[in-house]
């Protein structure tokens, strides 16, 4: 996970890519990594990712959404105390977005 960080920006931007596999797929990089990582260092990339990840709560493809939501939830949990009052507020901007996910037809999303 140490090593990998240096990668990290360059893995935020295939997030845009337009092919679903290639998204979820740094999905699955991030939540490894940041799994992986000490909670502090963790705490700035929630911060930064925590944004990105907000378009991806509506694509089409339930299993990305899913990511998404699993990878947002793993982010509030990373963050420590000298970040969370930031996070507080990108959370509060993601809510709404949550909100209507919670009649998603897909069952997995939903929850």
Request: net charge positive; proline share 3%.
């Amino acid at each position: 996970a140490r090593k990998i960080q240096v990668l990290l920006p360059d893995v935020v931007e295939t997030l845009q890519d337009a092919n679903k596999d290639i998204r979820m797929k740094a999905l699955l990089v991030f939540r490894n990594v940041v799994g992986h990582m000490k909670r502090k260092k963790a705490s700035c990339i929630a911060l930064q990712l925590s944004e990105k990840l907000l378009p991806l709560f509506d694509d089409e493809c339930s299993q990305l959404r899913e990511l998404a939501i699993h990878l947002f939830e793993d982010l509030m949990k990373a963050v420590v105390c000298c970040h969370k009052k930031r996070m507080k507020n990108k959370v509060w901007r993601v809510l709404v977005p949550l909100f209507f996910h919670m009649s998603d037809q897909t069952q997995s999303v939903a929850k």
